[in-house]
DNA sequence: GCCAACGTTGGC
DNA sequence: GCCAACGTTGGC
């Protein structure tokens, strides 16, 4: 999952605890996180930002549930289309585990032979939630010391 | 249903 | 600040 720091960080997660994964607006990472199950493990991505890499590791603590956000008039993330009984968008609660021992990088994992399928590496790979393997996550654990 | 215009993302 | 990639919008 993707955040950009100055917006929300792994050090602010490590301080609320858990946060509403809320204001995502695109159906393919809405649909990430609807398949996501309690006890999934995320890897926090730090973008936008100098460097850009992978910071720590969160959990999933809640599933899927209609995002707050889309009907807060005037709120940076309000949806007209959406309403109470048929909520468009829906966010996970995130849970903060852990912050990466050694922050890992995007030159370094690009560079790394072992991640070069990873969806976030490919050009213009924009989507604030993908899908990450067991081999390239177990491999970027390991990078991070987490 | 096509596609041009436009807005956003995000690395560089 | 630039710009490529890509999603969305809206006219036709």
């Known amino acids: ?26 159906y393919q990472a809405r649909n990430h996180m609807k398949a996501m ?20 590791l969160g959990v999933i603590r809640a599933e899927a549930h209609p995002d707050e956000s889309q009907f807060q008039r005037g709120g940076l993330y309000f949806d007209t289309k959406a309403t109470r ?28 032979t072992e991640l070069t399928s990873m ?5 213009g790979s924009r989507l604030s939630v993908q899908l990450v393997s067991e081999a390239h996550f177990s491999h970027i654990c390991r990078l991070a010391g987490l």
């Open 85 to 112: 009984e048929k909520p468009i968008w829906y966010c996970v609660d995130v849970a903060f585990r852990k912050k990466a021992k050694r922050f890992v990088p995007l030159s370094e994992m690009r560079a790394d």
């Open 119 to 123: 969806v976030v590496l490919q050009r």
């Open 1 to 26: 999952m993707k955040s950009e720091p100055e917006t929300y960080s792994i050090d602010q997660l490590k301080t609320d605890g858990v946060t509403p994964w809320e204001g995502v607006r695109n």
């Open 37 to 56: 199950r309690k006890g999934d493990l995320v890897l926090f991505y730090h973008s936008s930002c100098d460097p850009a890499g992978v910071a720590g």
